[in-house]
């Protein structure tokens, strides 16, 4: 068997990648499970993008739903668990992935450790060049020829590497066609080039532009350009009048230039734009970023264009409020620019440049035409201002993979809420047999270590992001334990621990920001020095102090005493001040009672007086819980003080932060709103979910963030709306995790929270592109009877900063489209509409309906309302979603654009896309 996984295994070119003949044909591999350990072999299918295994059940692992890959030592917690050797830690794998929105996990062993190098390597690059693809709608030739590739594997059966018209048949029965058999014949023989009743694949290929014509596409074409050429004049005004661009004309030429094509090399089709079958591929002069690998540049290779076929009729497109404004208008009005601009360049002008069918057609596709404002990596806020001003990405109990019930604790969790940046983690920590662990309290929740916990975060915490991780921690463990966990702390974060203020400003008036705390790690824990259910005299923090463990006095500990004294000293004269106020209230009291003739002295309550010597009524005091002065020191910017009220009375020092329950959060918001966003603009608040959620639902985040909280928790366990408007959230700024808050609400401005404004905002469905098909519950493509029936649900989210949904007052005004229904809301701030049903198409289904959907705005807080697009199948009794998507309307780009669809673990499909037009109106 070693001899099987010699580097001299044979290399193939299949589906223009390059596979190890032997991963292709089966490999043998020890599969590792909680019950056995067995060899079973697993299949590699590029084309298909698959790995594959004997299993009863059928083993599938779809590539693109692989949410991470970990060998050796990055598995290592994975085969101490199985209580495998560290003998075969060089030859383990494991992939995370998900099935019907569930995690699961596979574990394989390598006979050898050639066998698992090639295992790793090809599968790192199929994940790679799969993961670039699931970030919005680039890279069109890569995602053309994958898809290609994929159905000329499911239409061609045998070794001939041909396919006959009853292999079309049953590829378009995969995609969701049912098209007439006579339409689909006619595309069949104009691909076939050679006449003899077979397409290989460069004829597949043509085909499947046949296939693939967009009518609607064409139809915009036309309508834009009218009766002269689409040039930079033309698409100036397009860009300007339908996209609602703000880009200057240097800008927009630079894209279009991406794009154009010489108009001496379009002269020949010119008088045929009406018969020109639209594809949507780059021309040769796109440049694409490149891919790392063989992988990627094999896929990278441009196939031939064949025939054209002339597309059905033209299919009437449902505009908008606003029509498109007629060329020659417009392009008086920018000619001149786009002259200073063209002269200023230098550029030739002799060989005009010009828009050709397909160039709109892959321009509208492309990543210059994005739905979403904000780009992957691209960190465009300020990050240079005060936490406060920062919406931050947080869970809530991060160590959670179930239910808070009964679920499994594991490093997992932060692993995957790191690598989706989520910047600020929890811990739940209680006494371990020897070193503290993380759980759930008083629930059926398994156990795990800190330090496995602290080790995991210190890997993962900077993947992602730069910015700094706050660490939330409830500390139950004894002094001891406390002691262990500041240990662990110190050692395994190093110096990227914060232990002290920057530049030891110990008299900071305001927090840090982002950019100066860059790669930090910060520990928040509730200070029972300064917890006003614990304080403590000063001689108790010398009780405390002579208790510890620690047998000298560190600078840390130092300085932890000096912020501990000046805390002390603050604490004390609140409580002074407190207890003034509260004596006179009693004295008032006491005075009323006193001056009542009605009542006697017997009547009055009285309380026993507390006693701990004998004689008298006892009671018992609660033992008083101490903390370690080692983990004092490190609460530096983050320092945990119970919730005393947000009033005028209370007064918090810039590191006082609190955690507030859901319930408690909506009581302050619906009594103070105004108090508790003027405390958000120079304190950390942290908002988490209610204990009574025990199927680790979670909330609509968005209403707290409109309170100014920053670090609003959220179930990531759990994908539900709210982790949806969560994830949209956090899209943005680079999906770096720190997404800079609105202007009212950083701004003492009182005004800017006075401004509201109604809107109505005009989606048009056109049409969506190859939806997913539907699956069983191992993710297998269902085949038989599957035939899609789709319609799309359009729905507003608004934050509850009014008490009723908005409706205007001038009906008119508010016309949703003919076809479209409005659905019943699922709370007082969600407005949701539908368009009707397709029959049986689920590959190109056109609705071309207008709804619009009513909402209001305080603040011009745009990024704080949320549109979602669903498609769902008319066929299933639940109306589970096929397809969503999410975005914040401050991110929002308008006009005609593709939006990316996702599954309900919001990974993106590779194929399917939603056709759409959008505009907001503003009514007041």
Same mark, same amino acid.
């Given at each position: 068997?070693?001899?099987?996984?010699?580097?001299?295994?044979?290399?193939?070119?299949?589906?223009?990648?390059?596979?190890?003949?032997?991963?292709?044909?089966?490999?043998?591999?020890?599969?590792?499970?909680?019950?056995?350990?067995?060899?079973?072999?697993?299949?590699?299918?590029?084309?298909?993008?698959?790995?594959?295994?004997?299993?009863?059940?059928?083993?599938?692992?779809?590539?693109?739903?692989?949410?991470?890959?970990?060998?050796?030592?990055?598995?290592?917690?994975?085969?101490?668990?199985?209580?495998?050797?560290?003998?075969?830690?060089?030859?383990?794998?494991?992939?995370?992935?998900?099935?019907?929105?569930?995690?699961?996990?596979?574990?394989?062993?390598?006979?050898?450790?050639?066998?698992?190098?090639?295992?790793?390597?090809?599968?790192?690059?199929?994940?790679?060049?799969?993961?670039? *693809?699931?970030?919005?709608?680039?890279?069109?030739?890569?995602?053309?020829?994958?898809?290609?590739?994929?159905?000329?594997?499911?239409?061609?059966?045998?070794?001939?590497?041909?396919?006959?018209?009853?292999?079309?048949?049953?590829?378009?029965?995969?995609?969701?066609?049912?098209?007439?058999?006579?339409?689909?014949?006619?595309?069949?023989?104009?691909?076939?080039?050679?006449?003899?009743?077979?397409?290989?694949?460069?004829?597949?290929?043509?085909?499947?532009?046949?296939?693939?014509?967009?009518?609607?596409?064409?139809?915009?074409?036309?309508?834009?350009?009218?009766?002269?050429?689409?040039?930079?004049?033309?698409?100036?005004?397009?860009?300007?009048?339908?996209?609602?661009?703000?880009?200057?004309?240097?800008?927009?030429?630079?894209?279009?230039?991406?794009?154009?094509?010489?108009?001496?090399?379009?002269?020949?089709?010119?008088?045929?734009?009406?018969?020109?079958?639209?594809?949507?591929?780059?021309?040769?002069?796109?440049?694409?970023?490149?891919?790392?690998?063989?992988?990627?540049?094999?896929?990278?290779?441009?196939?031939?264009?064949?025939?054209?076929?002339?597309?059905?009729?033209?299919?009437?497109?449902?505009?908008?409020?606003?029509?498109?404004?007629?060329?020659?208008?417009?392009?008086?009005?920018?000619?001149?620019?786009?002259?200073?601009?063209?002269?200023?360049?230098?550029?030739?002008?002799?060989?005009?440049?010009?828009?050709?069918?397909?160039?709109?057609?892959?321009?509208?596709?492309?990543?210059?035409?994005?739905?979403?404002?904000?780009?992957?990596?691209?960190?465009?806020?300020?990050?240079?201002?005060?936490?406060?001003?920062?919406?931050?990405?947080?869970?809530?109990?991060?160590?959670?993979?179930?239910?808070?019930?009964?679920?499994?604790?594991?490093?997992?969790?932060?692993?995957?809420?790191?690598?989706?940046?989520?910047?600020?983690?929890?811990?739940?920590?209680?006494?371990?047999?020897?070193?503290?662990?993380?759980?759930?309290?008083?629930?059926?929740?398994?156990?795990?270590?800190?330090?496995?916990?602290?080790?995991?975060?210190?890997?993962?915490?900077?993947?992602?992001?730069?910015?700094?991780?706050?660490?939330?921690?409830?500390?139950?463990?004894?002094?001891?334990?406390?002691?262990?966990?500041?240990?662990?702390?110190?050692?395994?974060?190093?110096?990227?621990?914060?232990?002290?203020?920057?530049?030891?400003?110990?008299?900071?008036?305001?927090?840090?920001?982002?950019?100066?705390?860059?790669?930090?790690?910060?520990?928040?824990?509730?200070?029972?020095?300064?917890?006003?259910?614990?304080?403590?005299?000063?001689?108790?923090?010398?009780?405390?102090?002579?208790?510890?463990?620690?047998?000298?006095?560190?600078?840390?500990?130092?300085?932890?005493?000096?912020?501990?004294?000046?805390?002390?000293?603050?604490?004390?004269?609140?409580?002074?001040?407190?207890?003034?106020?509260?004596?006179?209230?009693?004295?008032?009291?006491?005075?009323?009672?006193?001056?009542?003739?009605?009542?006697?002295?017997?009547?009055?309550?009285?309380?026993?007086?507390?006693?701990?010597?004998?004689?008298?009524?006892?009671?018992?005091?609660?033992?008083?819980?101490?903390?370690?002065?080692?983990?004092?020191?490190?609460?530096?910017?983050?320092?945990?003080?119970?919730?005393?009220?947000?009033?005028?009375?209370?007064?918090?020092?810039?590191?006082?932060?609190?955690?507030?329950?859901?319930?408690?959060?909506?009581?302050?918001?619906?009594?103070?709103?105004?108090?508790?966003?003027?405390?958000?603009?120079?304190?950390?608040?942290?908002?988490?979910?209610?204990?009574?959620?025990?199927?680790?639902?979670?909330?609509?985040?968005?209403?707290?963030?409109?309170?100014?909280?920053?670090?609003?928790?959220?179930?990531?366990?759990?994908?539900?709306?709210?982790?949806?408007?969560?994830?949209?959230?956090?899209?943005?700024?680079?999906?770096?995790?720190?997404?800079?808050?609105?202007?009212?609400?950083?701004?003492?401005?009182?005004?800017? *929270?006075?401004?509201?404004?109604?809107?109505?905002?005009?989606?048009?469905?056109?049409?969506?592109?190859?939806?997913?098909?539907?699956?069983?519950?191992?993710?297998?493509?269902?085949?038989?009877?599957?035939?899609?029936?789709?319609?799309?649900?359009?729905?507003?989210?608004?934050?509850?900063?009014?008490?009723?949904?908005?409706?205007?007052?001038?009906?008119?005004?508010?016309?949703?489209?003919?076809?479209?229904?409005?659905?019943?809301?699922?709370?007082?701030?969600?407005?949701?509409?539908?368009?009707?049903?397709?029959?049986?198409?689920?590959?190109?289904?056109?609705?071309?309906?207008?709804?619009?959907?009513?909402?209001?705005?305080?603040?011009?807080?745009?990024?704080?309302?949320?549109?979602?697009?669903?498609?769902?199948?008319?066929?299933?009794?639940?109306?589970?979603?096929?397809?969503?998507?999410?975005?914040?309307?401050?991110?929002?780009?308008?006009?005609?654009?593709? *939006?990316?669809?996702?599954?309900?673990? *919001?990974?993106?499909?590779?194929?399917?896309?939603?056709?759409?037009?959008?505009?907001?109106?503003?009514?007041?």
């Amino acid at each position: 068997m070693a001899e099987t996984g010699s580097h001299d295994a044979p290399e193939t070119t299949h589906a223009d990648t390059k596979i190890p003949t032997l991963l292709m044909q089966g490999v043998p591999l020890l599969k590792v499970s909680a019950k056995k350990v067995k060899t079973v072999m697993f299949y590699l299918d590029a084309d298909q993008g698959r790995i594959t295994w004997e299993s009863k059940k059928g083993g599938l692992i779809c590539v693109e739903n692989i949410k991470e890959i970990r060998a050796g030592p990055d598995a290592r917690n994975y085969r101490e668990q199985f209580k495998i050797g560290s003998d075969a830690e060089g030859r383990w794998l494991t992939l995370v992935y998900t099935v019907e929105g569930k995690y699961k996990t596979l574990h394989v062993v390598a006979l050898t450790k050639d066998v698992m190098d090639m295992w790793l390597s090809t599968l790192t690059q199929l994940y790679d060049v799969r993961q670039e *693809l699931m970030n919005g709608l680039g890279n069109p030739e890569t995602r053309e020829l994958i898809w290609e590739k994929s159905y000329w594997r499911h239409a061609d059966n045998d070794v001939d590497q041909k396919i006959n018209f009853s292999d079309v048949e049953r590829m378009c029965k995969l995609l969701n066609i049912r098209s007439p058999r006579d339409d689909l014949l006619a595309r069949f023989k104009a691909a076939d080039t050679r006449g003899d009743g077979y397409l290989d694949f460069s004829d597949f290929q043509r085909f499947v532009k046949l296939l693939k014509a967009r009518p609607e596409i064409e139809k915009l074409y036309h309508d834009t350009r009218g009766h002269c050429e689409f040039d930079l004049s033309v698409f100036v005004t397009f860009m300007r009048d339908s996209q609602k661009s703000n880009l200057n004309i240097a800008e927009l030429e630079k894209i279009f230039k991406k794009y154009a094509q010489p108009m001496a090399a379009t002269k020949e089709a010119k008088g045929d734009h009406a018969r020109q079958v639209p594809v949507i591929l780059p021309p040769a002069n796109v440049q694409h970023e490149s891919t790392s690998g063989s992988i990627s540049q094999a896929l990278k290779a441009s196939a031939s264009v064949g025939a054209s076929l002339s597309p059905q009729s033209h299919l009437v497109l449902t505009h908008s409020p606003d029509p498109i404004p007629s060329t020659s208008s417009s392009s008086d009005r920018v000619t001149a620019c786009l002259s200073s601009s063209s002269s200023s360049s230098g550029k030739n002008l002799s060989t005009p440049l010009i828009f050709t069918l397909d160039a709109f057609s892959t321009f509208l596709f492309s990543a210059d035409n994005a739905v979403f404002f904000d780009q992957p990596n691209l960190i465009w806020h300020d990050m240079t201002r005060p936490l406060p001003d920062y919406f931050i990405s947080s869970s809530h109990n991060t160590y959670l993979i179930g239910s808070q019930l009964i679920g499994a604790s594991t490093v997992e969790g932060y692993i995957r809420a790191l690598l989706q940046s989520c910047r600020s983690v929890e811990l739940d920590i209680y006494d371990g047999d020897t070193e503290p662990c993380v759980y759930h309290g008083k629930t059926l929740t398994t156990k795990v270590s800190v330090r496995e916990i602290c080790e995991a975060i210190a890997k993962y915490a900077f993947i992602s992001s730069p910015y700094p991780i706050i660490i939330s921690a409830e500390i139950h463990c004894g002094l001891p334990q406390q002691e262990k966990l500041a240990e662990i702390m110190k050692e395994v974060f190093g110096d990227t621990l914060i232990q002290a203020p920057l530049g030891d400003n110990f008299d900071f008036q305001c927090l840090p920001s982002p950019e100066d705390l860059k790669g930090k790690v910060m520990l928040k824990a509730k200070n029972l020095y300064v917890s006003p259910t614990q304080q403590m005299q000063s001689k108790d923090v010398t009780v405390d102090a002579e208790s510890s463990t620690t047998e000298t006095t560190s600078a840390s500990d130092t300085e932890a005493l000096k912020r501990l004294e000046s805390e002390v000293k603050y604490e004390i004269k609140q409580e002074v001040s407190d207890l003034k106020s509260e004596f006179k209230k009693v004295g008032k009291i006491v005075d009323r009672v006193r001056r009542r003739p009605s009542v006697s002295a017997s009547t009055i309550p009285i309380t026993p007086a507390r006693s701990s010597s004998s004689g008298g009524e006892k009671s018992v005091e609660k033992p008083k819980v101490k903390m370690s002065l080692a983990l004092v020191g490190l609460l530096v910017y983050t320092v945990g003080v119970k919730c005393r009220g947000i009033n005028k009375k209370e007064h918090y020092k810039p590191e006082h932060l609190f955690s507030l329950s859901e319930k408690t959060a909506n009581k302050i918001i619906k009594q103070s709103v105004h108090d508790i966003i003027k405390h958000n603009r120079t304190h950390l608040v942290r908002i988490y979910p209610s204990g009574t959620r025990l199927n680790s639902s979670n909330y609509e985040p968005h209403r707290f963030w409109a309170s100014g909280a920053q670090l609003v928790a959220i179930n990531w366990q759990t994908t539900d709306l709210g982790y949806m408007i969560n994830h949209a959230m956090f899209q943005r700024n680079g999906r770096c995790g720190y997404v800079l808050k609105p202007k009212a609400l950083r701004d003492n401005d009182k005004s800017l *929270l006075a401004i509201r404004t109604k809107h109505v905002i005009d989606v048009t469905i056109i049409s969506a592109q190859q939806l997913p098909c539907l699956r069983d519950e191992r993710g297998r493509d269902i085949i038989e009877n599957s035939f899609i029936d789709p319609f799309v649900e359009v729905s507003v989210h608004v934050p509850e900063w009014t008490h009723s949904p908005f409706l205007p007052e001038n009906p008119p005004v508010y016309s949703p489209g003919t076809s479209g229904s409005a659905v019943t809301p699922s709370s007082g701030r969600t407005v949701t509409y539908k368009t009707s049903v397709v029959k049986n198409n689920g590959f190109n289904p056109t609705w071309e309906q207008t709804l619009s959907v009513p909402f209001d705005c305080v603040g011009d807080m745009m990024d704080l309302v949320f549109l979602k697009f669903e498609v769902k199948h008319d066929g299933v009794e639940r109306n589970d979603s096929l397809a969503l998507y999410c975005v914040p309307l401050g991110s929002l780009q308008q006009g005609y654009r593709h *939006l990316p669809l996702h599954d309900s673990q *919001l990974s993106q499909y590779l194929f399917s896309t939603l056709f759409v037009h959008t505009s907001i109106r503003t009514l007041s």
